[in-house]
């Protein structure tokens, strides 16, 4: 048996400031998240990329999930630091994405200190601002992975789908303040302190939100330190113990938590051509068919397509927080059946006839998958930056849903393979046969003063936490190299040349007449396939 000292509590008069404390850190992360979505691609393709080679460019995202967040997943599951196992990789992450972000905001000038040749420093900036890209990505993968594993270690089993809603909203939130930024004109609102371009001031600021949204999670949540690990025949040893432990974990996946991982790995094929590239598609919308001499007008081509396209993220993501509080009151959450709540006599009978028409999250997220494919299989047709943005600004219920059904369902079956108690066999979640995971010791959650506002009778461990939230990303990152695959393709078939609206330099033979099917629309449409595959798949998990 493992053994621990200390409990882990978390700072804040009412339930309210601690789950938003305790997610605090996704504001920066998705902030960060957004700065990159939204510029980065525009970006790229200003300094002479092609779209395809962009396409290229973005495997860092799912090449760093595939790599950082399993392996950092399996470090912090046995780290026997005195300040717990999740905070002091998300503080040290935290920084590294700050040092990533301003690099890529000052690639050039970072460049030019060192190379005086136009030529040589133009190919320099693109390999320093390509790997600038990657160390970002691969930090913030550390930080995310650690935050998930934060919520699941620290919140028992029927307050996980708060602790996911609650990081779903915080998330949005973040979403909204980074894409509002990215809409307003900084230079004219700050001047130049913080930089002379658009994009060098929203990674300053978003290197700041970083660093801020961390350090507020890692003050206000103290974790229970791990002495010792318990020695378990199950557990890999050796000079390659991580790399063992992932695979022995992965070949031997419980079916419940196999099909979850299933159902994320066919819904991220169809979001993440989406979530790349919808930002860039808006602001092709807008140069191409609603303005197309806007392009020659333009003295920032990229800093008007990057606020075009965070204009319909910013409502995107209202859409995505507005739905991250409303939904889970109208879902039933794991914690339905395990306690009542006793409302008022007035409204007790109307409060009774909600409960029972209510859907439980698996229909739910079955549902978001569909109005997700529908949305997708419209994105051809769009002719408009109106029609575009309404049909960004849709996606944001189904991705509402998308952030927080999987990670909820996936913390109740980590906590029940660690050996917390299923306090009601009502509960609509299987217990799963766990082997030669021993039980470990159960544990106060919150402070002991605020347990009974919780109304928790059932304890959290997240022993295992890291590991299989690592293998969940797992099946998060491959579909990302699938879909980057497919998008390579397509634009290579259909726009093989250079951005006409942001390669200025570029000669006309390099270009494309932007005439003809979108390159960006037609992938969000394969997408759309994907989407309908990951609605069967969750299907699937009833019957699990």
Not at 108 to 121: G, Y
Not at 208 to 224: D, H, K, P, Y
Not at 386 to 394: D, E, K, R
Not at 468 to 480: R, S
């Amino acid at each position: 048996m493992s053994t621990w000292t200390g409990k882990p509590s978390i700072r804040g008069s009412s339930e309210t400031m601690r789950m938003a404390l305790l997610t605090c850190v996704s504001v920066g992360i998705t902030f960060t998240w957004g700065v990159e979505m939204t510029y980065c691609t525009p970006y790229l393709l200003s300094l002479g990329l092609t779209k395809g080679q962009t396409s290229l460019v973005w495997v860092a995202g799912p090449l760093s999930g595939l790599i950082v967040q399993p392996i950092v997943g399996v470090l912090a599951d046995e780290s026997t630091s005195r300040f717990g196992r999740r905070r002091p990789i998300i503080a040290i992450g935290s920084v590294i994405v700050a040092l990533g972000l301003l690099s890529l905001g000052y690639t050039k000038e970072i460049v030019a200190s060192f190379v005086e040749d136009a030529e040589s420093a133009r190919t320099a900036t693109i390999v320093a601002a390509v790997l600038s890209l990657y160390a970002t990505d691969f930090a913030i993968n550390a930080v995310m992975s650690c935050s998930r594993s934060l919520v699941v270690d620290t919140l028992p089993i029927t307050k996980q789908q708060t602790g996911a809603s609650w990081t779903s909203r915080m998330g949005s939130l973040g979403h909204i303040i980074g894409y509002a930024m990215g809409a307003v004109d900084l230079i004219g609102l700050f001047g130049t302190r913080l930089g002379d371009s658009q994009f060098k001031q929203l990674t300053v600021i978003a290197a700041l939100g970083i660093l801020t949204s961390s350090a507020i999670t890692c003050w206000a949540v103290s974790e229970r330190v791990l002495v010792s690990v318990r020695e378990d025949p199950g557990r890999a040893k050796g000079q390659f113990k991580v790399f063992n432990q992932i695979t022995s974990t992965l070949l031997t996946l419980p079916p419940r938590i196999k099909g979850i991982c299933f159902a994320v790995f066919w819904a991220w094929i169809a979001w993440f051509p989406f979530l790349v590239y919808s930002s860039t598609w808006v602001g092709e919308m807008y140069f191409r068919h609603d303005r197309p001499d806007a392009v020659a007008e333009s003295n920032d081509a990229l800093g008007d397509m990057g606020r075009i396209g965070s204009t319909a993220l910013t409502v995107y993501s209202t859409v995505t927080f507005i739905s991250a509080w409303i939904m889970p009151t109208l879902i039933s959450a794991p914690e339905d059946n395990t306690f009542t709540h006793r409302p008022p006599a007035s409204i007790a009978h109307w409060i009774e006839k909600l409960n029972k028409i209510k859907p439980d999250l698996l229909t739910a997220w079955i549902i978001s998958h569909l109005v997700f494919a529908f949305a997708m299989f419209l994105t051809p047709f769009a002719s408009s930056i109106h029609s575009a943005t309404l049909i960004v600004a849709f996606c944001g219920i189904p991705w509402s849903l998308a952030q927080w059904a999987p990670t909820t369902f996936l913390g109740v079956e980590v906590n029940k393979l660690s050996g917390a108690s299923d306090p009601s066999a009502e509960v609509p979640y299987r217990r799963l046969s766990v082997g030669r995971l021993p039980s470990i010791e159960m544990r106060d959650i919150l402070r002991p003063d605020h347990d009974a506002e919780l109304g928790s009778p059932a304890n959290s461990t997240g022993e295992l936490s890291g590991v299989y939230f690592g293998i969940m990303n797992i099946f998060t990152t491959l579909p990302q190299f699938i879909a980057t695959f497919m998008s390579t393709l397509v634009f290579s078939i259909l726009e093989p040349g250079k951005s006409p609206e942001l390669a200025h330099d570029a000669h006309p033979s390099e270009t494309r007449n932007p005439e003809g099917p979108n390159a960006i629309a037609v992938c969000m449409f394969i997408g759309a396939i994907a989407a309908l595959m990951a609605a069967y798949t969750t299907t699937k998990l009833k019957h699990l």
